[in-house]
């Protein structure tokens, strides 16, 4: 049974993506898991190129890897953190953490596993192209658009009290 | 290709960020892992998107401006949550969330 090009990238793009992941709750060094988390970023870009979402593979390039993972190393960095070794005092609460994720896992892979869908097929549609995203978000989403842009103004006004000396 | 492939691969990754949630103590860690998790629920959506747009649906790319808005929203969280993290930091000198817990007593 010959493998097509698709589920090959696909698969590769997987692994990476999932180590990285593992790499960011496993390393000890908080660098070390902004580095990985980064990798994982791209690959997710890779799977939205190959489902055909173009614009958002950009934009997810630029927001996480250029705007949001930069602000994390330079928050690190700032504090200077990149050798603080945590207290494993309480050393079964990792344990327990693992052991409730890994039936999370093991519950939702079950109910999933049967889950009524149909196959993708490769090919170009023209769904994630960028005038038709914006005719969609434009006409349709134009008001969520809006009120978007109230968020951040009180996200940025919020940052900047919360992170001002005590006045 | 099934979509059950994009399934499975993120709820690895969701749980991953679960795991990653409960097990680290840094806060900076903690709030990485809440990406992760906003990350893998935005690639079951673009392949959702994906299956309903090769099913014939015109109105698939809905689950893209959702995505659009997740990442707004993620963005808009990671400035404040930041900044909250800073600040926790200057106070305390720390950012383990085990000294988080004066509210207790």
């Known amino acids: 049974m010959g493998m097509s090009l698709q589920q090959i990238v696909f698969g590769v793009l997987s692994i990476i993506s999932i180590i990285s992941a593992l790499g960011v709750i496993l390393s000890k060094n908080p660098v070390t898991s902004v580095l990985c988390l980064i990798v994982t970023f791209f690959t997710i870009a890779g799977h939205y190129i190959m489902l055909n979402a173009q614009f958002l593979a950009v934009v997810h390039i630029i927001v996480y890897a250029g705007a949001i993972m930069v602000l994390f190393l330079f928050v690190i960095m700032l504090m200077n953190l990149n050798a603080e070794i945590e207290p494993q005092k309480r050393n079964w609460l990792k344990y327990a953490g693992a052991i409730s994720g890994g039936a999370l896992l093991l519950v939702l892979l079950g109910a999933l596993r049967e889950a009524d869908v149909t196959p993708i097929q490769p090919g170009a549609a023209e769904i994630g192209l960028i005038s038709n995203l914006g005719k969609t978000l434009f006409n349709q989403y134009v008001v969520p658009f809006e009120v978007s842009s109230i968020l951040f103004l009180s996200a940025m006004v919020g940052a900047v009290i919360i992170g001002k000396r005590e006045a | ?105």
């Open chain 2, 1 to 105: 290709m099934p979509v059950q492939y994009y399934i499975f691969l993120s709820i690895a990754l969701f749980c991953i960020g679960v795991t990653g949630v409960l097990m680290r103590r840094n806060a900076i860690i903690i709030f990485m892992c809440v990406e992760l998790m906003l990350n893998a629920v935005n690639l079951l959506l673009v392949a959702f998107s994906k299956m309903w747009a090769d099913a014939g649906r015109v109105d698939a790319s809905g689950a893209q401006i959702f995505v659009f808005f997740i990442m707004v929203v993620a963005a808009a969280e990671v400035a404040v949550g930041l900044a909250i993290i800073v600040m926790v930091y200057r106070n305390s000198q720390s950012v383990d969330i085990n000294i988080m817990n004066r509210l207790k007593n």
